[in-house]
């Protein structure tokens, strides 16, 4: 059995767990020529040199030799070809129509008095530099051992460190990047939006450049008992003291917080991929896409992002913009990340990892291509650059690299639950968000079925719809959001350091 995406596909992928062998013969008369493994591509018919491969009605690439019906099409015998011209895309000239509105959706969360709406309720310390993180960590695990247990009603302590604050040009052009990252997520609604932040006291990140103004809620972040400035306390032990005592007392508060019933509105969902593979265009992204579509219908923002993965597929999105000044938006960030690559002599090429071509991927035009699948079907309502607080209902890109560490830090900005769809695995996890791992293979989620939520690759074998595993991770998004199922990630605890993208110099 294999998939053909589209009806001009050339190539199809192979659906059976161990491939195919050397003269298996497959739906229409083709036969293999050589063993294939599961995902990899067939070529469905003979294919001259200079010839476009072709998947998802797309040119993933050229023929660099003759390949033959039932070949094995390879990384190596493709030529991959340029990346979409920006300066010849079209406009905002297919936004799709609105889709009826769902009504009546809702979940469980935590209403904040900055406006915004958690999905937890978790004590945040926040930290101005890399230099107080060793501290801040072991602060935070005698919080939980030590206090947490008396206030029930938290979920959590998380400590927001970080490589950044010293050591840096804190005035480069590239420097608001990282800062105003650090601001969103110190503020993050799963927080309450109120902070406890820890300051080493000589790093280039003071507090005040970290919360410069007014904050929303009329909360002091700087304000007395807020900041705990480690040069100033007398030694180690004094310094944890003081942050123990200035957590208890923002837990007393924390702790009378409750949720309530808030429409489905007001979720605004991070959508990555990481580990790819062949199936990942086909199964858990094309769902993802679906239950995307739904959470937009029901009044919510969506985030799709990494520029690098979307970059090679960036003539699709353009016309489902929903203005020009949007495509236009669009286009600026697609080639503010080209210059950035071929200022460090890199070029998307170097996106696709030894795992994404093991499970299919012949290149990054293959890649995005599946990629943006997450995005879904409505218009592209707005643009978010890097670091930027999304504000916009609806679907919205918002512009991250593609790494999954970096764009989870970027996207925790501004979301209240993660999405991450995986085909060769990941344990990824974030502490301050419910990730939900959709997996792209059967295979992958009973191999890992401690790790994975939700199996899409039933919808490759026939087992279900994209339709209903969309369906099925809407009502599990709104579940988790609710506290009323946990994630994985959330049961073991799984939570990776942030990586805020830094593109300025470091000094």
């Known amino acids: 059995m294999y998939i053909r995406v589209n009806a001009r596909d050339n190539v199809a992928i192979l659906v059976h767990p161990e491939g195919v062998a050397p003269g298996a013969l497959l739906p229409d008369g083709l036969v293999a020529r050589e063993r294939i493994p599961q995902s990899h591509k067939i070529a469905l018919h003979d294919l001259a040199p ?58 469980e969360g935590y209403r904040n008095a900055d406006g915004g709406t958690g999905t937890k309720n978790m004590l945040g310390l926040a930290t101005t530099v890399q230099c107080v993180a060793p501290t801040v960590e072991y602060t935070a695990q005698r919080i939980r051992a030590e206090i947490l247990p008396r206030f029930p009603n938290v979920d959590g302590v998380v400590s927001i460190t970080h490589s950044y604050g010293c050591g840096v040009a804190i005035d480069a052009p590239g420097a608001a990047v990282p800062i105003r990252t650090l601001n969103h997520i110190a503020l993050h609604a799963n927080l309450a939006g109120q902070p406890l932040l820890v300051s080493l006291g000589c790093e280039k990140l003071q507090p005040t450049r ?38 208890e007392k923002r837990l ?18 991070g959508l990555q991929c990481g ?3 062949a199936f990942s265009g086909v199964t858990c992204n094309p769902a993802v896409g679906y239950a995307a579509d739904l959470l937009v219908r029901a009044g919510a923002t969506v985030m799709f ?38 200022r460090g002599a890199a070029d998307r090429s170097a996106n696709t990892t030894p795992g994404n071509k093991r499970g299919g991927l012949a290149n990054i035009v293959e890649k995005a291509l599946g990629s943006i699948a997450k995005a879904g079907s409505t218009a592209i309502r707005a643009v978010a650059t890097h670091g930027e607080k999304v504000t916009a209902k609806g679907l919205v890109f918002a512009a991250t690299p593609a790494s999954d560490f970096i ?5 925790l900005a501004s979301m209240n639950l993660h999405v991450f769809t995986t085909g060769e695995g990941s344990p990824y996890g974030l502490a ?16 890992w079925a ?18 209903e595993v969309g369906w099925e991770l809407f009502r599990l998004i709104l579940d988790v959001a609710s506290g009323r199922r946990q994630t994985w990630a959330e049961h073991w605890g799984l939570a990776n350091t942030l990586a805020p993208f830094n593109p300025g110099p470091v000094t």
Not at 217 to 231: A, H, K, S
Not at 407 to 411: E, L, R, S
């Open 252 to 269: 007393v508060e924390l702790d009378r917080r409750r949720r309530q019933t808030v429409p489905a509105s007001e979720l605004v969902v």
């Open 50 to 107: 200079s010839q476009p491969v072709l998947r998802y009605g797309q040119t993933i690439g050229f023929a660099n030799r003759p390949i033959a019906a039932g070949s094995w099409v390879r990384e190596e015998l493709l030529d991959m070809p340029a990346a979409p011209p920006l300066d010849a895309l079209s406009l905002a000239t297919a936004i799709p129509p609105t889709l009826l509105p769902l009504e009546n959706y809702t979940f």
């Open 305 to 342: 992002s990494e520029v690098t993965e979307v970059r090679d597929a960036i003539h699709l999105l353009t016309p489902r913009a929903a203005t020009v000044g949007v495509a236009r938006d669009l286009i600026r960030e697609m080639r503010w990340y080209d210059d950035y690559l071929a």
């Open 275 to 277: 580990g790819s593979d």
């Open 210 to 247: 970290l919360f410069p103004g007014d904050f929303p809620g009329g909360f002091p972040i700087l304000g007395e008992g807020n900041v705990i400035r480690l040069q100033d306390e007398r030694g180690f032990g004094e310094s944890v003291a003081a942050i123990m005592r200035a957590a």
């Open 407 to 411: 764009c989870g830090t970027q996207q």
């Open 450 to 467: 401690d790790l994975i939520d939700l199996d899409a690759g039933r919808i490759a074998t026939g087992h279900a719809t994209i339709e």
């Open 432 to 447: 301050m968000v419910p990730v939900i791992k959709v997996s792209s293979r059967t295979a992958l989620a009973e191999k």
